[in-house]
């Protein structure tokens, strides 16, 4: 649960994130009683790494675990930049 804050009467009112973002949602504040409208955002957040296949470098391809194990035995996947290639059997 997380809290907003009621536009009428200034009150923090629970409401569930589980609801869809970006559109509006309506609520009735227990404290004053007013009905009001509320969207869910979420803002982006970025993580850079380092990928030294992308320079020159050699790519760092690790095999690829998942369900089911056939489909991912031959392919392997670069540690630093998620390239994907399949290699032959052998």
């Known amino acids: 649960m997380s809290e907003l804050e009621c536009p009428y009467c200034n009150c923090e ?40 296949c992308l320079n020159g470098g050699e790519h760092d391809y690790q095999p690829i675990a998942g369900i089911p194990a056939e489909y991912f035995e031959n392919k392997r996947r670069c540690s630093y930049c998620d390239r994907e290639v399949e290699v032959s059997a052998g």
Do not use: M, W
């Not at 869809?20 to 009905?35: A, I, Q, R, S, T």
């Open 13 to 52: 009112v629970e409401q569930n994130e589980d609801r869809e973002p970006g559109v509006l949602h309506e609520k009735e504040c227990p404290h004053c009683g007013k009905n009001f409208v509320y969207s869910i955002e979420y803002y982006p957040s970025f993580t850079a790494s380092a990928a030294p």
